[in-house]
T-cell receptor
Framework: AQSVAQPEDQVNVAEGNPLTVKCTYS??????LFWYVQYPNRGLQFLLK??????LVKGSYGFEAEFNKSQTSFHLKKPSALVSDSALYFC???????????FGTGTRLTVIP | GAVVSQHPSWVICKSGTSVKIECRSL??????MFWYRQFPKQSLMLMAT?????????EQGVEKDKFLINHASLTLSTLTVTSAHPEDSSFYIC???????????FGAGSRLTVL
């Protein structure tokens, strides 16, 4: 069975500081990992994905994530946070051969001016 | 890039009426679409998998007679909430598999309020 854990419901960070949103996963076989962002009353927007290859994945809006197989983690990072980054972030995993994503519970990021 | 259009974005209806939500893939064909429901401050809950030309596959606990799904073409899936009640009020989000990009593309969501 697959699962995704986002241990922090809320992350606060000052503007200009680096941010990290944590995600760990459990899946049979090779993981396909994704980060999505959701703004109020909007659908999800794709940020980045890890399928294979380099462990450090770069995505939209300056975000990146590092796949760590030994720690089964896929933390989302950004070197310098912007107020406009404030949103709800979802980590998701997909099993090899499946189409559907299994989502974490989400982490609300607030960037303080 | 791939775009999924969802309509309407907001809908208010009276209890007992039915509401149809459309999900369209605008620039790609989607043999598979997914319907999610999101409660306030919670994650997305998969309701059903919509397969073009065949019956939808519903997740456990989701009433198929309550939430009718039709996927009649490669670019359109519809979710009809039948005999809606206030407890059906929620944010409904669809997504489509863009197999070329190996990514799920999401619609902007539809907020249903049942009075």
């Amino acid at each position: 069975a697959q699962s995704v854990a986002q241990p922090e419901d809320q992350v606060n960070v000052a503007e200009g500081n680096p941010l990290t949103v944590k995600c760990t996963y459990s899946v049979s076989g090779n993981p396909y990992l994704f980060w999505y962002v959701q703004y109020p009353n909007r659908g999800l927007q794709f940020l980045l994905k890890y399928i294979t290859g380099d462990n450090l994945v770069k995505g939209s809006y300056g975000f990146e994530a590092e796949f760590n197989k030994s720690q089964t983690s896929f933390h989302l990072k950004k070197p310098s946070a912007l107020v406009s980054d404030s949103a709800l972030y979802f980590c998701a995993v997909r099993e090899d051969g499946a189409n559907n994503l299994f989502f974490g519970t989400g982490t609300r990021l607030t960037v303080i001016p | 890039g791939a775009v999924v259009s969802q309509h309407p974005s907001w809908v208010i209806c009276k209890s007992g009426t039915s509401v149809k939500i459309e999900c369209r893939s605008l620039d790609f064909q989607a043999t598979t679409m997914f319907w999610y429901r999101q409660f306030p401050k919670q994650s997305l809950m998969l309701m059903a998998t919509s397969n073009e030309g065949s019956k939808a596959t519903y997740e456990q606990g989701v009433e198929k007679d309550k939430f009718l799904i039709n996927h009649a073409s490669l670019t359109l899936s519809t979710l009809t909430v039948t005999s809606a009640h206030p407890e059906d009020s929620s944010f409904y989000i669809c997504s489509a598999v863009n197999s070329g990009a190996n990514v799920l593309t999401f619609g902007a969501g539809s907020r249903l309020t049942v009075l």
